[in-house]
């Protein structure tokens, strides 16, 4: 096995996971917060998943530039560009990859303005890893069938886990 590899930069990176359910199923990660990040790509790595991480907006649209994923999990509030910049860049480019907005701030107002972004789920900080597996498995798992965007609750907030670990 080997172990999940975050320079310490937080620049792009890619972590094998121990097993592979679907080896299609790859997931970037885009979060500016280096700790989150790590988090984030470990608890999916360990659940299976291909995952890459990039530390910002900008290294989010070079990978998706250089690869094809099943996935995109990003942040909002990044330097460089935003997550609803990157968003619109993948509108733009007519790149269709399912997104899961993590993020401790949603705009709403931004999204309001542009529904075309097609934002299938939104997780609001702090979350659980439970959460966070099971959005990602929900949403796999509807892009994969059929398209129907997955709208939460405007005042959602998940329950910790029972060790109350949150992200």
Do not use: C
Not at 17 to 24: E, K, T
Not at 30 to 36: G, L, N, Q, S, T
């Amino acid at each position: 096995m080997r172990k999940n590899k975050i320079s310490p930069a937080g620049k792009l990176t890619s972590a094998s996971p121990q097993f592979q359910p679907n080896p299609r199923q790859r997931i970037l990660v885009a979060e500016d917060d280096p700790d989150v990040r790590r988090l984030n790509t470990e608890v999916l790595a360990s659940s299976g998943y291909h995952v890459d991480a990039a530390e910002d907006g900008a290294a989010a649209w070079d990978a998706l530039q250089l690869d094809n994923y099943d996935l995109l999990i990003t942040d909002h509030d990044m330097p460089k560009v935003s997550g609803i910049e990157l968003l619109k860049r993948l509108h733009d480019s007519s790149m269709k990859v399912p997104v899961i907005m993590a993020t401790g701030t949603l705009p709403e107002d931004q999204l309001a303005r542009h529904p075309w972004l097609e934002i299938k789920a939104v997780l609001l900080k702090p979350y659980t890893f439970d959460e966070l597996l099971e959005t990602v498995r929900k949403v796999l798992h509807m892009t994969a069938g059929n398209h129907q965007e997955m709208v939460p609750p405007l005042n959602w907030q998940g329950q910790p886990l029972s060790n109350g670990l949150r992200l």
